[in-house]
Nanobody, 121 residues
Framework: QVQLVESGGGLVQPGGSLRLSCAAS????????MGWYRQAPGKQRELVAR???????NYADSVKGRFTISRDNAKNTVYLQMNSLKPEDTAVYYC???????????????WGQGTQVTVSS
């Protein structure tokens, strides 16, 4: 099985910064795209940022210029650096990855358990 574990969420004031991390573990033979999604109360889950296996990136318009996604393939880890945070960035942030399972040999899409980010004064 493949597990994704997020860390780095918390409470921050408007204009502040946070860095989220998501480490993939388990029986993995390869990871392709990785991404971050978020879900605010009463809203649908939305894509925040995504990075492919070749490190091509795309971002939601609402976070362009403020958030940066990156990955460390040696550590099977994806990061989300969030700067100039706004109250509307408050949400549960979920890590997502397309990973190949080393036991079954099959590719599947996996989700982390989520980490809360709250932007408030």
């Amino acid at each position: 099985q493949v597990q994704l574990v997020e860390s780095g969420g918390g409470l921050v004031q408007p204009g502040g910064s946070l860095r989220l991390s998501c480490a993939a573990s388990g029986s993995i033979f390869s990871i392709n795209a990785m991404g971050w999604y978020r879900q605010a109360p009463g809203k649908q889950r939305e894509l925040v940022a995504r990075i492919t296996g070749s490190s091509n990136t795309n971002y939601a318009d609402s976070v362009k210029g403020r958030f940066t996604i990156s990955r460390d393939n040696a550590k099977n880890t994806v990061y989300l650096q969030m700067n100039s945070l706004k109250p509307e960035d408050t949400a549960v942030y979920y890590c997502n990855a397309d990973a190949g399972n080393g036991w079954s040999g099959n590719w599947a899409n996996y989700w982390g358990q989520g980490t809360q980010v709250t932007v408030s004064s």
